[in-house]
């Protein structure tokens, strides 16, 4: 069974940085399509980044691009998401998502399985 557990979230001031995790395990997932969403109150959930296990391919949302960066730790079956220059606006429940297929990176229905969230808040 597969579950992808986020951490790292947190209350950090505008400008900061926070990295966030998310641990996956009960598959291989060296041909999987790794994503974090995000979704803030009272708004549907939106993509942010999104890395095909297996290669360098790298996506991100234009509102995150050159502030964040997603990876991954091989041994670890890990996924990171590191935030820099932190928003306001950013404030959300930051997700990880995986897909087995080769969908459209940027929509939710491309996606399996899905962790719990983690809360990140970004004061002004």
């Known amino acids: 069974q597969v579950q992808l557990v986020e951490s790292g979230g947190g209350l950090v001031q505008a400008g900061g940085s926070l990295r966030l995790s998310c641990a996956a395990s009960g598959r291989t997932f060296s041909s999987y399509t790794m994503a974090w969403f995000r979704q803030a109150p009272g708004k549907e959930r939106i993509f942010v980044a999104a890395?095909?296990?297996?290669?360098?391919?790298?996506y991100y949302a234009d509102s995150v691009k050159g502030r964040f960066t997603i990876s991954r730790d091989n041994a670890k079956n890990t996924v990171y998401l590191q935030m820099n220059s932190l928003k306001p606006e950013d404030t959300a429940v930051y997700y990880c998502?995986?897909?087995?297929?080769?969908?459209?990176?940027?929509?939710?229905?491309?996606?399996?399985?899905w962790g719990r969230g983690t809360q990140v808040t970004v004061s002004s």
């Open positions: 998502a995986a897909s087995r297929n080769s969908g459209n990176v940027y929509l939710r229905a491309s996606y399996d399985y």
């Open positions: 890395l095909i296990w297996n290669s360098d391919k790298t």
